[in-house]
């Protein structure tokens, strides 16, 4: 029998009345023939109470002495979620049973906060699904070999769902959400942003590495990778196919770009004068892979005379959530590199444009840059891939960059056209 | 190292201002040169929230088929406050763990809502100890050899408390909760009720068994098994001793009777005209036992003739919690079994006197029945063991009943007069 895997959100099951209609959702397609495993997030607010809490007694609790602690704690939040759901789908006469993390066999590497799943062993999860359950699944979390509590992190509960989709070679992976799909741009910048039908996995992976929120790109590769058919839908109208993620050569690239994503939550650092020397730039970037930082865009600007010596400047940008690590480790690397000064910088911007449709059209960078000059942006740096042009701008200017740039590459949108194109991808709608 | 076990009840890690608290008398233990294993309970009304989402989904959570999920759920309780203690721990500069039930080693019968602890494997709590850490555990908790999380019904943090302290062998089970020790009875009812140094563990065996609820009798009777030095204390006042639980060679029984318990949460069930065949007693029990339901008192009424058929009438009582469920099986088991009518009540107390210097002194019943007749009190059952005399009561007259009982077993403090005596048992002071 053929498998789905539904995952909901923390806004999909906020309360007891949104948790029957998830329950009536999975129990439909339980009712359809499928089977049904359904991964939860938390509760609306019950993990924002449990960091309220953490962060009154403990300073840092996401630090490395007490990160096995943390993730111990904010997982409760998705076992509360699963047994409550697991009550309510046997209360409704459909049997069901809740797994955590540990128990559905999701087994990743022993590291906290961010950690990744490593294997999936089904075989308790196939188990019920063979005896006739519905089977629930706390999303964002497992366990390592030692049994220690670890989450995935954030978007760690899409995440797991693609991840036992892919194990248990389901049907189709279906992240309901309070949104209806993915959009051209983010519709509270741009209000005539369009939905979109159908988004090639490496599009959605550039757009949610750049900002679109409504997948996390750790999501999207795992579905990548096993051509796991994706979908994101609403949850409140469930009978909406929403916006289906897919392999390239579903796609026709009748377009240049197909989507323009924001990230405000970034952050950019600089190092002011750095002896020019060999090694040092693995040195930086090595320190900040062993303080479990990651590096996004790199700008090494050359050769200033500083006492003499020749210096470069080196800033990149991190995660706004990784600001304060990344400036105490830098400032602790500064003496032994024999740089002169680290800076933060935390009002920035990352605008990106994504499309599949870009390899081999030449002047997209060009009508981007322009775009944004005309529109009196400064751009502090620039980063690119084959389907992606990055700009950091001043955060304060995010919007009208975004407004900027749907205006030049989607002009017929900006007409007022209501398009529903099969062939275009696009960014989040409503941010979470 | 010698190792103490400390237990907080819910109400003494209510909010994280008592948690700070409790971290403190965790850190000064260890300060003080000993290994030190926490073991906490949900905080205040986080389980009372789970319960009323619970019951508000599925009109029965606790039912067999869903007792596996409410168990998962009611679970999480205890692995907040770990969590967050251990966080505590750790910003305060002491090296803590928090460990789930199945994590801490404690695996139990494959039953939910009230397992036994079958066995403890120490082995991680061990390691954590020996590199210096406080260990934290949650009460309530474990989980079954398929990992599934069961929890230990009511007054199993206590109970998980000393199987820890048993099987680390450590030096002494502190059971820290808002009372400061255990008294002559509850002094709600009876505010001249005397506070005791020293209680023997079969003594409180029976009080904790009649409704004096400062300890699960679960938990004293594992402590009793092992000699472990058990402790009822104050967490407010963690320099008072308390009482302490001991066996019953360290007690001069210069006192008839050591406590007077009451448990209005009881109630009775009668079946009406079974008739008078071998067997019938058996099926009956048998069947209570088989839906894991305890019987208490026990009588058995002889002879009555309905339609020409010698008939008896049985009445027993049960836990307040199990009358639905209680009746429901009768109610199937009634046509089997030939019997007229099932009949519950729950407007019913039990009171009981309790002390080890019962034996070999007679008169003691003679004089509680007296003492009830005086009170214009009528008995409904009455059950008797070798250290203790129980009596059903109408719930109404359960306070004056306990009144009336410490006047007559009690006279010196009835007079007002302030003893604080070593070789006296008693009870509850304010019941949860």
Redesign the interface.
């Known amino acids: 029998m053929a498998i789905l895997v539904q995952k909901f959100g923390g806004s999909s099951v906020a309360d007891?009345d949104k948790?029957?209609h998830v329950a009536r959702i999975a129990a439909d397609t339980k009712e359809s023939g499928k089977q049904v495993v359904v991964v939860v997030s938390a509760m609306g607010k019950t993990t924002d109470g449990?960091v309220a809490?953490?962060s009154?007694?403990?300073?840092n609790?996401q630090d490395k002495?007490?990160a096995?602690?943390?993730d111990?704690?904010l997982?409760?939040g998705e076992?509360?979620t699963?047994?409550?759901l697991?009550?309510?789908l046997?209360?409704m006469g459909y049997?069901?049973?809740?797994l955590?993390g540990?128990?559905a066999g999701i087994i990743t590497e022993a590291l906290h906060n961010r950690a990744r799943i490593l294997e999936i062993n089904t075989d308790a999860i196939t188990n019920h699904l063979n005896n006739g359950n519905i089977v629930v699944v706390t999303g964002f979390q497992g366990c390592d070999a030692n049994?220690?509590?670890t989450t995935l992190g954030r978007g760690g509960s899409d995440t797991s769902a693609v991840a036992l989709a892919n194990a248990l070679n389901a049907e189709r992976c279906d992240i309901y959400t309070d949104v209806d799909g993915v959009y051209s741009t983010d519709p509270r910048i741009v209000p005539h942003a369009v939905r979109l039908n159908k988004v090639a996995y490496i599009e959605m992976l550039e757009l949610a590495r750049v900002g679109a929120k409504v997948l996390h790109p750790r999501s999207v590769e795992t579905a990548r990778q096993a051509d796991m058919p994706l979908t994101v839908r609403s949850t409140f109208t469930p009978e909406d196919p929403g916006t289906m993620i897919t392999g390239i050569d579903a796609l026709e690239l009748d377009r240049s770009i197909t989507g323009i994503a924001c990230d405000k939550h970034q952050a950019q650092l600089a190092i002011e004068a750095v002896p020019d020397k060999p090694g040092v730039a693995a040195t930086v970037f090595g320190t900040m892979a062993t303080a479990n930082i990651s590096v996004d865009m790199i700008i090494q600007s050359m050769n200033r005379q500083v006492d003499n010596v020749a210096t470069n400047d080196i800033a990149f940008t991190v995660s706004g959530n990784d600001v304060h690590a990344a400036k105490d480790t830098l400032s602790e690397l500064c003496k032994a590199i024999d740089a002169q000064a680290v800076h933060a910088d935390t009002d920035v911007a990352k605008v990106s444009i994504v499309g599949a449709g870009m390899i081999d059209r030449p002047g997209i960078a060009a009508t981007m840059f322009e775009a944004l000059a005309d529109a009196d942006i400064n751009i502090k740096m620039i980063a690119t891939s084959e389907i992606k042009i990055s700009c950091l701008v001043p955060q304060t200017q995010a919007d009208k960059a975004v407004q900027a740039l749907h205006a030049a590459f989607f002009p017929e949108a900006e007409l007022g056209s209501k398009m529903t194109s099969d062939n275009v991808l696009v960014n989040e709608k409503l941010g979470y």
């Not at 009154?56 to 300073?59: A, D, F, Q």
């Not at 049997?95 to 809740?98: D, L, N, Q, V, W």
């Open positions: 007891v948790l029957r449990l809490m953490a009154e007694l403990c300073p609790p002495t007490t096995r602690e943390y111990a704690l997982a409760t076992q509360v699963t047994a409550l697991a009550l309510t046997n209360a049997p069901a049973i809740g955590s540990g128990q049994g220690n509590v």
